[in-house]
């Protein structure tokens, strides 16, 4: 038609729309950003003196996946049922598939949930690997679980002020978890010695 004198109305789908009088004014194309992840119906309706048409496509917005957390515990027992986690950065990028590698396991488990539950049937290090595909983007982390036929735990308490005694000092918390850790092993050391 006359593009000088049609009218194109767009409607994104997302609670947005424009109408352009000119058609020749958007010869570079017609721009709109989506503020949320979604599959969005999105209409142009063409308008002039010798009538209308209305076309229609379904969008799928996605987010690229910058960064993921696999969250697993550090020590397991053995036979005993521990949760695995992926924690995703931005947490909502689309559809998303999940690809589980545990232990020695030459297959691996798929889910399309970021969460998988898993026992481990044998003592020692076992390896965790989660592959997270989103879009065109594939990033992976790893964990690695002590499994021992059996372990006690101990709670920890910091006073709360302990910011306050350390100012701009964030390391402390890794000095924290080096003395901690130092003290487990010396005391699972100890612990051997005692049984031999």
């Known amino acids: 038609g006359d ?15 424009l ?4 058609v020749s004014s958007i010869e570079d194309g017609i721009k709109h950003i989506y503020k949320s992840i979604g599959i969005y119906r999105v209409t142009a309706t063409g308008e002039n003196s010798l009538g209308s048409e209305t076309t229609m496509l379904f969008l799928h917005v996605t987010c690229q996946l910058e960064h993921i957390h696999l969250s697993a515990p550090f020590v397991a027992v053995r036979n005993k049922e521990v949760n695995l986690t992926a924690v995703l950065h931005p947490s909502q990028v689309g559809t998303v598939t999940y690809i589980w590698w ?18 481990f049937s044998r003592e020692g290090i076992n390896t965790v690997t989660v592959q997270v595909s ?5 990033l992976q982390d790893r964990k690695t679980i002590a499994v021992h036929e059996y372990f006690r735990s101990h709670l920890l ?5 302990l910011d306050e ?8 918390r890794l000095d924290v978890s080096r003395v ?12 051997c010695r005692l049984f031999h």
Request: glycine letters at 10%.
């Open 3 to 17: 593009g000088a004198r049609t009218s194109i109305t767009v409607d994104f789908g997302d609670g947005h729309a």
């Open 19 to 22: 109408t352009y009088s000119n």
């Open 102 to 119: 545990i232990g020695n396991n030459s297959e691996p488990v798929i889910t399309l949930g970021g969460s998988v539950a898993c026992t």
């Open 134 to 138: 989103a879009g065109n983007t594939i």
């Open 157 to 161: 308490a910091f006073s709360s002020n």
């Open 165 to 172: 005694h350390n100012p701009d000092v964030a390391e402390w």
């Open 180 to 191: 901690i850790r130092s003290s487990l092993i010396q005391v699972k050391l100890t612990h």
